[in-house]
């Protein structure tokens, strides 16, 4: 009689195993080939991302420090106030401003930057360029443009103050008024704080020599308080601007879910510097 060799071969039982094993081994493939994606994604959105907020601040703060400038700055003296370019106008809220300077040599012309909430809520910068010297109050819609992609990024902070938001005035930090008649009106020139005086408030966006105090008894600085009508103040320009932008793209997100976000503070000194009287209320 022939033998029978006993056939050999996996039971279902073991392919079973088999097959869940290499389900595993995909999935943990997959896994990781997925993570490293999203890794990549994030790192190229937070790459766009801090290049739109840079872009936006050095856009910003390269035109403002032209404020101020004519095609007669150059021959101008201390004491000369005619200069109507000089005027840099910061909204209450921190989150426009207008300025001027001759670009053409030729017409008044003014400038400005504003945050506005754009589609879906989406925060967009806007850059004004007119023919006139309107305010923020007064933007209008005409020569306006985007300086923002809605798509790309929501710029959720966009504020511009006079002084250190992260420092107390009496630190020096920030634009700062000097009264020329106090500075003269002794033999040696006084110490910096008795002729000389920085905003009242950290991260105010008014100007000091724009105080309305000027003049007033028992006002705080000194200087503010000597201050008589007629005398000569010069304006020494310092903004600090603060960009906060998230990334809109569904793909921009952190681990938490949370959107990407960056800022940037960006310091401006604007050399051309204001000359303007005091104005005292009797």
Sequence with gaps: MRSRRRSSGLTLVELMIGILVGMILMSAVISVYVASIRSNTAVLTMAQLNHEVRSVAEVVANDIRRAGFDNVTSTRTLAD?????DRIAVSSTG????????RSVAALESFGFRWVEGADGIGVVEMKVAADDTSCDSWGSSNSAALTDERRVDITEFRLSTSDPSLVPQDGQGSRCFNLALRGAGEEIPELDQWSWVADDPGAAAFPCDRADLGTSGASP???AKTQHGDLLVEHRQLFLTVTGQATNPAG???TGQPLETTITTEIRIPNNRRLLATVSP
């Design 253 to 255: 997100q952190a681990g």
């Design 95 to 102: 989150d426009c401003v207008r300025f001027g300077y001759n």
């Design 81 to 85: 106030l005619q200069n109507d370019y």
């Design 222 to 224: 000194e200087p503010v």
